[in-house]
C-alpha cells in the first residue's frame, strides 16, 4: 500500500487550555483565534484553499470545526475526525457538502493505524494535516498516576507523531 501525498502539515495540539469568561458556545473560541488569523487577508487570498484538501483531527468543534469551516469558505474540502459518531455526524451538518467525517480517536493505535484507509474513501492526496484533536485531564501532581499519564500522552505526543508517520513517504 502506498502512501498518501501529503503536501503542506500544520501541527498544533493543545494541552492545556484553561478560559472563564467566553461565552458558553464551544464554537467561539475557535471561531475568534479563525477571524484574528485570516482578518488581515485581502479578497485575492480568499479562494487560497481552493480545490485543495485538508485533514483536520479534532474537527467537531471549537478550533478544528472553525477552521473546516474557513477552509470550506475559502475552497477546500475537508476532512474531519472526531471519537464518536454523534459528533462527526453534528459537525458534518454544520459543515455542508465539502466536508467527510470519519469517527476515529486520536490516542487509538488502531484507529490511528486505519486512518490512512479511512482517509482514502475520500482522496488520494492531502494538501493540508491539521493536528487539532487533544483534551486535558487535569488533577494534582500527587493524583496523577501511569493510567492518567498513558491517556493523555497517546492522545497529544504519540498519537500526532504516528499520526504524521503514517503519512510520510
Known amino acids: 500500500?502506498?502512501?498518501?501525498?501529503l503536501k503542506n502539515f500544520i501541527v498544533i495540539n493543545f494541552f492545556t487550555?484553561?478560559?472563564?469568561?467566553?461565552?458558553?458556545?464551544?464554537?467561539?473560541?475557535?471561531?475568534?483565534i479563525c477571524q484574528s488569523l485570516y482578518q488581515n487577508f485581502n479578497t485575492k487570498t480568499m479562494q487560497r484553499f481552493n480545490n485543495k484538501t485538508a485533514l483536520i483531527t479534532g474537527g467537531t468543534n471549537g478550533m478544528g470545526l472553525a477552521t473546516a469551516k474557513k477552509m470550506i469558505e475559502e475552497g477546500g474540502r475537508v476532512i474531519i475526525t472526531g471519537r464518536s459518531e454523534e459528533t462527526v455526524n453534528r459537525a458534518l451538518e454544520k459543515l455542508g457538502e465539502k466536508a467527510f467525517g470519519i469517527?476515529?480517536?486520536?490516542?487509538?493505535?488502531?484507529?490511528?493505524?486505519?486512518?490512512?484507509?479511512?482517509?482514502?474513501?475520500?482522496?488520494?492526496?492531502?494538501?493540508?494535516?491539521?493536528?487539532?484533536?487533544?483534551?486535558?485531564?487535569?488533577?494534582?501532581?500527587?493524583?496523577?498516576?501511569?493510567?492518567?499519564?498513558d491517556e493523555l500522552f497517546n492522545m497529544l505526543v504519540k498519537g500526532s507523531f504516528l499520526r504524521f508517520s503514517r503519512f510520510c513517504p
Not at 17 to 32: E, K, M, V
Not at 110 to 131: G, H
Open 1 to 5: 500500500m502506498y502512501n498518501l501525498i
Open 17 to 32: 487550555f484553561y478560559i472563564y469568561d467566553f461565552p458558553q458556545d464551544p464554537d467561539f473560541l475557535g471561531a475568534a
Open 103 to 149: 469517527v476515529s480517536d486520536a490516542g487509538n493505535m488502531s484507529d490511528l493505524m486505519n486512518l490512512q484507509q479511512e482517509i482514502r474513501k475520500y482522496t488520494d492526496q492531502i494538501d493540508w494535516v491539521f493536528a487539532n484533536a487533544g483534551y486535558g485531564r487535569f488533577a494534582p501532581v500527587e493524583y496523577v498516576d501511569g493510567n492518567h499519564f
